[in-house]
């Protein structure tokens, strides 16, 4: 060990020069493998290969690049999400403090109970029939409760109108756009 630490000791030049020449090689070794190594696996007739082919055909651009994708609106977003618009112009205004605020309409349903009133509201004659989550097979397991809170908005003055009211007004612009 006393020798090496004499001969490093010695030429510091000649082995800073040495690692040096490691670093290099290894970087273009690294570069030149990089097409070589690969973390993507997909499965032919998956829904991935799918979306890959949609991209590729429809985009020209393949999964692996980026790209940005850009939805066309048809103008009325504005007008479909106007409690939104406007907590977030009230946030914007009153310099709220930073982070995540849930704006979302006030109070809770459930999904049979959210399509009973759109039933209701279109004065139509549905029998719905109420399926258990549990007996459906879904992709994703659904938590049991999920609504959001609006207890942050709340906090500084924000009160968002009940999903009631936004239900009403909601259906009432697509009849009247219909």
Same mark, same amino acid.
């Given at each position: 060990?006393?020798?090496?630490?004499?001969?490093?000791?010695?030429?510091?030049?000649?082995?800073?020069?040495?690692?040096?020449?490691?670093?290099?090689?290894?970087?273009?070794?690294?570069?030149?493998?990089?097409?070589?190594?690969?973390?993507?696996?997909?499965?032919?007739?998956?829904?991935?290969?799918?979306?890959?082919?949609?991209?590729?055909?429809?985009?020209?651009?393949?999964?692996?690049?980026?790209?940005?994708?850009? #939805? =066309?609106?048809? &103008? +009325?977003?504005?007008? /479909? %999400? *106007?409690?939104?618009? !406007?907590?977030?112009?009230?946030?914007?205004?009153?310099?709220?403090?930073?982070?995540?605020?849930?704006?979302?309409?006030?109070?809770?349903?459930?999904?049979?109970?959210?399509?009973?009133?759109? #039933? =209701?509201?279109? &004065? +139509?004659?549905?029998? /719905? %029939? *109420?399926?258990?989550? !549990?007996?459906?097979?879904?992709?994703?397991?659904?938590?049991?409760?999920?609504?959001?809170?609006?207890?942050?908005?709340?906090?500084?003055?924000?009160?968002?109108?009940?999903?009631?009211?936004?239900? =009403?007004?909601?259906?009432?612009?697509?009849?009247?756009?219909?």
């Amino acid at each position: 060990m006393e020798s090496l630490t004499r001969f490093v000791l010695r030429r510091r030049w000649f082995v800073l020069a040495a690692w040096i020449g490691v670093l290099v090689l290894s970087m273009a070794a690294a570069s030149g493998l990089s097409d070589l190594l690969t973390n993507r696996f997909t499965l032919p007739g998956t829904d991935t290969e799918k979306a890959e082919n949609v991209l590729k055909d429809h985009f020209g651009q393949r999964s692996t690049g980026s790209f940005t994708l850009v #939805v =066309r609106a048809d &103008g +009325r977003a504005r007008e /479909l %999400v *106007p409690d939104v618009t !406007a907590a977030t112009a009230r946030l914007i205004e009153t310099s709220a403090p930073y982070g995540l605020y849930h704006c979302v309409n006030s109070g809770s349903t459930t999904w049979q109970a959210l399509g009973e009133e759109i #039933v =209701r509201l279109l &004065g +139509r004659d549905a029998q /719905l %029939v *109420p399926v258990r989550v !549990a007996d459906l097979s879904l992709r994703v397991r659904r938590p049991q409760f999920a609504a959001l809170s609006n207890a942050k908005l709340r906090a500084i003055g924000i009160e968002m109108p009940t999903w009631e009211d936004a239900l =009403r007004r909601y259906v009432a612009f697509r009849i009247a756009g219909s």
